[in-house]
């Protein structure tokens, strides 16, 4: 556990600034370049925990560069090479200030809205009825507005972001065109695992006037799978579904008393919960990409970065 990677400090060359997300470092390249390092921490209800996940960082990062590999004929995206297994450079776009989350079942933050008699998700009408883990006749798009750091995401409707001049009539109109797009293919690539693509994020941006697709696409921090051949049967029954998401550290956490509200504290994280936390992320990895897991070394695994990183950037 002393390998994970949960503080990066580099100086690249060219660099002018540096933004620490929750998961994610980015580092500002002479206002061209983004150099992305996918760190091992794990956040869950806005909240950084306190201990980092051994190859989370590695698994992310190659997740989303397959998936960003896998869609660019549906919209072209940030990427331009992952020089390091934890690490993605790309062209520095103007983030749109929404994030377009789409759900194709019942569940989650959606569900525990639901049960407690909430009938609208952004705008979005739901049908009275519905089940946890139930599908909707039809995916919906349920955005939040991007907030800075330390903030929380908020819900809001499709109406609201229009209102508000978040993002133009006909920008919004191709974000929702791509995010359906996005998600019919993650679904299809999901199905050929014998997973279900549950829910996800994708988040946009835009550069001489063409939208881009940035960040991440398809891994458990942003995404939800459900298992396809254990659905029905525990949908019939009404029980847990088994998922590859981070949905099972919010219920770890939550059966220990945390939602992050203020007042509440972290429960202790012990070697075991960690340990389950990254076969987890393990489990997911190799179940949707085929591919059995292959771990970095990190032994020392700063030093990797900047090595990895410098030489790919003097090498332009």
């Keep these: 556990m002393k390998n994970a990677l949960v503080k990066t400090d580099f100086n690249f060359p060219g660099q002018k600034s540096v933004y ?46 397959k998936f960003l590999d896998a869609t660019t004929d549906i919209v072209p995206n940030w990427k331009l090479a992952t020089p390091d297994p934890m690490v993605t450079v790309g062209v520095q776009c103007k983030s749109f200030p929404v994030e377009m989350i789409v759900r194709g079942y019942l569940c989650g933050s959606a569900w525990r809205a639901y049960k407690n008699g909430v009938r609208e998700i952004c705008g979005v009408k739901i049908p009275d009825g519905m089940r946890e883990n139930e599908r909707f006749p039809e995916p919906i798009i349920t955005p939040t507005t991007k907030a800075d750091q330390g903030f929380h995401d908020e819900d809001i409707s499709k109406e609201e972001i229009l209102t508000q001049g978040l993002v133009s009539p006909e920008d919004y109109e191709m974000l929702e065109k791509y995010t359906m797009a996005l998600f019919n293919r993650g679904s299809e690539m999901a199905a050929q695992r014998g997973l279900i693509l549950v829910d996800t994020k994708y ?31 525990l949908f019939e029954k009404g029980e847990a579904q088994k998922q590859l998401s981070k949905e099972f550290v919010r219920e770890w956490l939550m059966a220990n008393g945390f939602q992050g509200k203020d007042g509440q504290q972290v429960p202790e994280m012990t070697d075991e919960i960690v340990d389950s936390i990254s076969e987890r992320y393990i489990e997911l990895f190799e179940n949707i990409s085929g591919e059995k897991f292959e771990k970095a070394d990190i032994s020392e695994v700063a030093a990797r970065i900047e090595k990895n990183v410098t030489a790919y950037l003097a090498n332009r």
Aim: hydrophobic letters at 35%; charged letters at 25%.
């Design 203 to 233: 988040e946009f941006g835009k550069r001489d006037g063409k939208i881009y697709l940035i960040d991440e696409i398809h891994t458990p921090d942003s995404s939800r799978y459900f298992y396809v051949d254990s659905y029905q049967e």
């Design 20 to 65: 620490h997300g929750k998961v994610r470092d980015v580092y500002n390249i002479n206002d061209e370049l983004l150099v992305m390092i996918v760190s091992d921490r794990i956040s869950a209800f806005d909240v950084v925990l306190p201990k980092g996940i051994p190859y989370k960082g590695q698994m992310l990062n190659q997740i989303a560069a």
